[in-house]
């Protein structure tokens, strides 16, 4: 029904920059908060960034100030700039939206297959 699509990850060096994408497609009547997710070994998957339909953003402590969510509505895409990237950065990072599907009342989360950022010294 749905489908997110990121971009490919990358190995970066320490005070480095990357930039992920996501695109979703499918039955979409409206996407509402879209944002980004990660998960490193042995760790639970924790909120990156968030930004809501109307452009409203939400930050990891970890991330402020180095990283930038953004989205672009026509193109359903989500964006994660990311700067001044550091070792703990390293995880597989996913692309979450609440889509409410063409026709269906209810709004459900998808996920993106995740990819792998790794940030070396």
């Known amino acids: 029904q749905v489908q997110l699509v990121e971009s490919e990850g990358g190995l970066v060096q320490a005070g480095g920059s990357l930039r992920l994408s996501c695109a979703a497609s499918g039955s979409i009547h409206t996407i509402y908060d879209m944002g980004w997710f990660r998960q490193a070994p042995g760790k639970q998957r924790e909120l990156v960034a968030q930004?809501?339909?109307?452009?409203?953003?939400n930050y990891a402590d970890s991330v402020k100030g180095r990283f930038t969510i953004s989205r672009d509505n026509a193109k359903k895409m989500v964006f994660l700039q990311m700067d001044s990237l550091k070792p703990v950065d390293t995880a597989v990072y996913y692309c979450?939206?609440?889509?409410?599907?063409?026709?269906?009342?209810?709004?459900?989360?998808?996920w993106g297959q995740g990819t792998q950022v790794t940030v070396s010294l």
């Open positions: 930004i809501t339909i109307d452009g409203s953003t």
């Open positions: 979450n939206a609440k889509v409410k599907i063409s026709g269906w009342v209810v709004v459900l989360d998808y």
